[in-house]
């Protein structure tokens, strides 16, 4: 099982970027994590639709894609933990997609298979990211049987 995370823009600030590079890091004991970015757009009418056409272009027919999104199911990290041992079982690529500060095109929540909601709050994405990965790292040492979790 692969993991790629999608997401709107590029994370900026440094701190951000050495967050992720963290986690991402650290998973590398578990499995490789893939991020893969696509431009966020200017605020305008077509800005979500470029986003969404842009997210719908690197997914393949056969990945599960989970769209983060507020009015997803909320998951502890157990049943995060959980999620990947039943889709590892399956061997398909996971993708989490992160929308951009516009959110989501409707075209890439009508292609998720499940929508995933970090908390009833509004986070930045580049929050949401470094949550995601945090999480995802979180499940890889619990599914390992490895201290972390408390």
């Known amino acids: 099982m692969q993991i790629t995370i999608l997401c709107a823009g ?3 600030e440094r701190y951000w970027q050495e967050a992720a590079a963290e986690y991402i ?4 004991r578990y499995r490789k994590l893939e991020i893969i970015e696509v431009p966020d757009q200017p605020e305008g009418p077509q800005a979500m639709k470029k986003e969404g056409e842009a997210m719908l272009a690197h997914l393949r027919p056969d990945d599960y894609v989970v769209a983060l999104c507020i ?3 909320e998951r502890d990290s157990l049943q995060l933990a959980a999620f990947f041992r039943e889709r590892e079982q399956l061997g ?4 989490f997609v992160i929308g951009g500060s516009l959110g989501l095109h409707e075209d890439v929540i009508q292609r998720a298979d499940q929508r995933l909601s970090m908390s009833p709050m509004t986070f930045p994405h580049q929050l949401a990211r470094i949550m995601l990965l945090e999480q ?3 499940a890889h040492k619990i599914n390992a049987g490895e201290k972390y979790h408390k």
Do not use: H
């Not at 890091?25 to 590398?28: N, P, W």
């Open 25 to 28: 890091k650290r998973m590398g």
């Open 10 to 12: 590029r994370l900026r």
């Open 71 to 73: 009015d997803g199911k």
């Open 92 to 95: 398909a690529r996971v993708v």
């Open 136 to 138: 995802i790292y979180r």
